[in-house]
């Protein structure tokens, strides 16, 4: 969940390290339909490698749409035909000095010092709605890491995904080495964090790393379809739902206080939402014969 604190601090962070803008929003957003929120990150000249500013701007609207509850699910992507470079290594270099103030700053957020903070924003964040990342070029290094923040990668065949912070020296240290032997397998993940190889569009498809690969040039279009079709359904048994698969996943538990974990989050979801009501909607004939063309989310 995100807070105020943390786009200030982060906002603080930002203007210690980076002149006032001359250029456009690095990072843009948009309501696509009713419910459906697109962040999409604006430094094509460098290949949207985030920068703390940029960092700044993801936290920001983040913030918004899990703060409106009018969004329900996110689309995250790049422009350009990249979705993003990882971060900024030149802006690194300039102040990774051991005795410069920024450079201790930034040690500082790397480390985690910063409360709820990562350099590339939100992506030590757990999020309480669905985000789809909409993936063409690269998306490497901090922006293979932006994409696991996401429930789900929609790829285009240009994407290709890796750790390419390897060459460098430079750690996975935004949920990538958490996130990805999760979402792939550790032995899976091993690959792709001890050699630092692309792994293209296809690839990713077999690893689980992808859920979709569509034609060139359709990620956005493909990751927006599947966000409206997310946000037709019911949204308390959905929400619920995703949320014990994700403390299933990810919280140290024994199978047993899964299982607990989930009736719970289950029940609580059906006294929330109308299941009872879209019950005697499928009865009556809707949704029947596994057709998910038929909205049911005003049931």
């Known amino acids: 969940m995100f807070s105020r604190q943390l786009a200030k601090n982060l906002i603080g962070l930002r203007q210690c390290h980076t002149p006032a803008p001359t250029m456009s929003q690095t990072v843009s957003t948009q309501r696509h339909g009713e419910h459906v929120f697109v962040i999409t990150i604006n430094r094509p000249e460098k290949r949207n490698a985030v920068n703390p500013r940029t960092a700044t701007l993801l936290v920001e609207s983040f913030r918004k749409f899990e703060d409106d509850d009018t969004y329900r699910v996110a689309v995250l992507t790049g422009a350009g035909g990249n979705f993003c470079a990882g971060f900024d290594l030149s802006f690194l270099a300039?102040?990774?000095?051991?005795?410069?103030?920024?450079?201790?700053?930034m040690?500082?957020?790397?480390?985690?010092?910063?409360?709820?903070?990562?350099?590339?924003?939100?992506?030590?964040?757990?999020l309480s709605k669905p985000l789809i990342a909409a993936v063409s070029g690269y998306a490497v290094a901090g922006g293979l890491e932006l994409?696991?923040?996401a429930d789900m990668r929609v790829a285009d065949d240009t994407a290709t995904f890796g750790?390419?912070?390897?060459?460098?020296?430079?750690?996975?240290?935004?949920?990538?080495s958490v996130r990805l032997p999760k979402l792939i397998g550790l032995s899976r993940a091993m690959d792709l964090i001890l050699t630092g190889r692309p792994v293209g569009a296809p690839e990713a498809l077999r690893?689980?790393?992808?859920?979709?690969?569509v034609p060139t040039g359709q990620a956005l279009d493909a990751a927006l379809?599947?966000?409206?079709?997310i946000a037709c359904f019911p949204q308390d048994a959905m929400l619920g739902d995703r949320q014990s698969a994700i403390e299933s996943t990810y919280k140290p538990t024994s199978l047993e206080e899964a299982l607990k974990r989930e009736a719970t989050i289950g029940t609580a979801a059906l006294r929330r939402g109308r299941a009872w009501d879209n019950a005697k909607g499928f009865v009556a004939g809707t949704g029947r014969h596994?057709?998910?063309?038929?909205?049911?989310?005003?049931?």
């Open 94 to 105: 300039e102040t990774g000095a051991a005795t410069s103030d920024e450079g201790s700053t």
């Open 107 to 126: 040690r500082d957020l790397i480390a985690g010092e910063i409360p709820g903070l990562g350099p590339m924003g939100p992506s030590r964040h757990h």
């Open 147 to 149: 994409s696991l923040l």
């Open 163 to 176: 750790v390419f912070c390897r060459r460098f020296g430079v750690p996975l240290i935004d949920g990538g």
């Open 207 to 213: 690893l689980g790393l992808a859920n979709r690969v």
């Open 225 to 229: 379809q599947l966000a409206d079709q």
């Open 290 to 299: 596994g057709k998910f063309d038929e909205p049911t989310s005003k049931l």
